[in-house]
Nanobody
Framework: QVQLVESGGGLAQPGGSLRLSCAASGFTFSMYAMRWYRQAPGKGLEWMSDIYSDGSTDYADSVKGRFTISRDNAKNTVSLQMNSLKPEDTAVYYC??????????RGQGTQVTVSS
């Protein structure tokens, strides 16, 4: 059974940091790219970042330099280190497993709220 379980969300102050994790099971994690999206209240899904099987990464301009994606193939986890958080980073964050460029599996999401 495929599972993606996000954790690490919560409340952070502007300028603060949070680290999201996504634990994967039920598929060959190392063969998939992993992707983070977010969805703010009343808005559509916004792509954040990709990390490929070879460890290369891509970032949306809105988070470049503030967010860092990483993966641990031995632990089947992908993480998103979020620094210098802004109120506009408030959203539900989802991790996806990606195969051949298509989103294949998705987690249940974790809420991030940035507020003073």
């Amino acid at each position: 059974q495929v599972q993606l379980v996000e954790s690490g969300g919560g409340l952070a102050q502007p300028g603060g940091s949070l680290r999201l994790s996504c634990a994967a099971s039920g598929f060959t994690f190392s063969m998939y790219a992993m992707r983070w999206y977010r969805q703010a209240p009343g808005k559509g899904l916004e792509w954040m970042s990709d990390i490929y099987s070879d460890g290369s990464t891509d970032y949306a301009d809105s988070v470049k330099g503030r967010f860092t994606i990483s993966r641990d193939n031995a632990k089947n986890t992908v993480s998103l280190q979020m620094n210098s958080l802004k109120p506009e980073d408030t959203a539900v964050y989802y991790c996806y497993a990606v195969r051949d460029g298509r989103n294949v599996y998705r987690g249940q999401g974790t809420q991030v709220t940035v507020s003073s």
